[in-house]
């Protein structure tokens, strides 16, 4: 099943544009604007004053194969950040099969500290 998750909403998955070259990912997974459409009316609803899905993106990464892991260590080290009106630091893994993306991990957003759970195919 493809989900983009934050905390507890889910969000669906949009877009997806993905691309490996010389061992460098570059990856953007967009969260569903019908479902956002839904989230940001829902009354007193915590998503009302987003106008874009939650995007998140892996540009020139390095990947060897293994999981990448992003850390405090690293994290300025690449272009990465789950952008909802703002970037928002991301901290986790991020999984690549020939098939599926998987990526776990907590984004600071809003003063507070959120999981944050992608799961998707390549090919959606």
């Known amino acids: 099943m493809n989900s983009f998750k934050i905390g507890n909403k889910e969000f669906g998955i949009g877009n997806i544009h993905f691309s490996m070259e010389d061992h460098l990912v570059h990856l953007e997974i967009n969260g569903d604007e019908k479902i956002l459409d839904e989230l940001s009316g829902e009354e007193n609803g915590r998503w009302g004053w987003a106008l874009y899905p939650p995007r998140l993106y892996f540009r020139g990464v390095p990947y ?12 300025y080290d690449y272009d990465i950040s789950l952008y909802m009106m703002e970037h928002n630091d991301f901290t986790g893994i991020l999984k690549i099969t020939d098939e599926h993306i998987q990526i776990q991990g907590m984004v600071s957003m809003m003063g507070e500290l959120l999981p944050v759970s992608v799961s998707c195919s390549i090919f959606s």
């Not at 060897?64 to 994290?75: A, P, Q, R, T, Y």
């Open 64 to 75: 060897d194969g293994e999981s990448i892991v992003i850390d405090k260590g690293n994290l």
